[in-house]
């Protein structure tokens, strides 16, 4: 299955603008509020967009994040920890000292307890010490049915470690580089998850951004290969986390691709149209969380692919 109807997200309760990733995620921007008040906003955005995702009956899993350590990112569990339908759960190693405090034991223990089966851990969060990061499908959007894995290769995608990851998980690489205009200059995206959507049927991609034609022509043919209709983004409409969508299973399988209302509002009427011949849109106003987090809807939901207990 490329998608799952069951979603892990953690309700922060210290959210506020991370400096130690505002370094390479030009997203980001600093509020001149408290962060009392930004944290605030964060758990009603968060708040609202499970009500709409659980009124769809997609199954979500919500844990708590804990006061202590200061995990100001934990809103975007996706980056750190990955669900696999064999049994096996991927945790990674991530660029930022203060997000590594997010990966939670209990948190694997809470989903044995819901009865999801794990058989095996792939930790690569060893690579951390050598300065090495791969940040699970933040870094790699993943073809579950192909097995393919597509990642924009950044300081927070390492080529070496994410080729290792394929080996491990079976899948074909398809590296590139995706590049944004930051003052002027041409700048590494810092997620391959904020350029491209992977659907079941389709894609909905900024090509714009990368820049080498061999590479994207590399990309077009794979997703052309496996049938995916492409939809094609601008720059801006990424900016507005056009790219930032995930497909997932509701209430009698029926399918829907969830985003932000910033994403949803900077579509044009033919995108629109092109993604609904696929399935339904589902978005909520994400305004707070990505404005100071610099990450949107598919950052804040990690699938949960694992089989159940016998």
């Not at 009392?36 to 994040?65: P, S, W, Y």
């Not at 090509?207 to 061999?214: G, P, S």
């Not at 094609?232 to 497909?247: D, P, R, S, V, Y």
């Amino acid at each position: 299955m490329q998608i799952t109807n069951t979603i892990l997200m953690i309700r922060p309760v210290n959210f506020r603008m991370n400096e130690q990733t505002a370094v390479n995620n030009y997203f980001q921007e600093d509020i001149d509020v408290q962060n009392t008040t930004i944290n605030t906003k964060a758990q009603q955005e968060f708040d609202a967009f499970v009500t709409i995702l659980r009124a769809k009956g997609v199954n979500i899993v919500v844990v708590e994040d804990t006061k202590e350590p200061d995990t100001p990112d934990s809103i975007f569990p996706n980056n750190w920890i990955s669900f696999h339908a064999n049994g096996t759960v991927g945790l990674y190693p991530m660029f930022a000292e203060n997000r590594r405090n997010e990966r939670r034991e209990d948190i694997l223990e809470i989903l044995e307890e819901k009865g999801f089966q794990i058989d095996n851990i792939v930790d690569y969060t060893s690579a951390e010490a050598e300065g090495v990061f791969l940040e699970a499908t933040g870094s790699m959007a993943l073809d579950r049915v192909n097995k393919k894995a597509y990642c924009a290769l950044s300081s927070r995608a390492d080529e070496d470690l994410f080729i290792e990851f394929c080996e491990d998980f079976e899948y074909s690489p398809v590296i590139f580089t995706a590049n944004q205009s930051v003052d002027g200059k041409r700048m590494a995206i810092y997620h391959t998850n904020v350029m491209m959507c992977l659907a079941e049927d389709f894609s909905v991609i900024c090509l714009d951004t990368i820049d080498d034609k061999k590479e994207r022509k590399s990309v077009i043919d794979h997703l052309k290969q496996d049938g995916k209709e492409i939809v094609k983004i601008t720059e801006a409409q990424m900016h507005h986390f056009a790219g930032n969508m995930l497909q997932v299973l509701g209430g009698d399988d029926k399918r829907y691709l969830v985003m932000s209302s910033s994403a949803y509002h900077s579509l044009t009427s033919e995108q629109v149209a092109a993604i609904e011949k696929h399935c339904e849109i589902v978005h909520s106003s994400l305004e707070t969380i990505e404005t100071c987090g610099g990450g949107s809807a598919r950052c804040m939901m990690a699938e949960v692919f694992l089989p159940l207990s016998k």
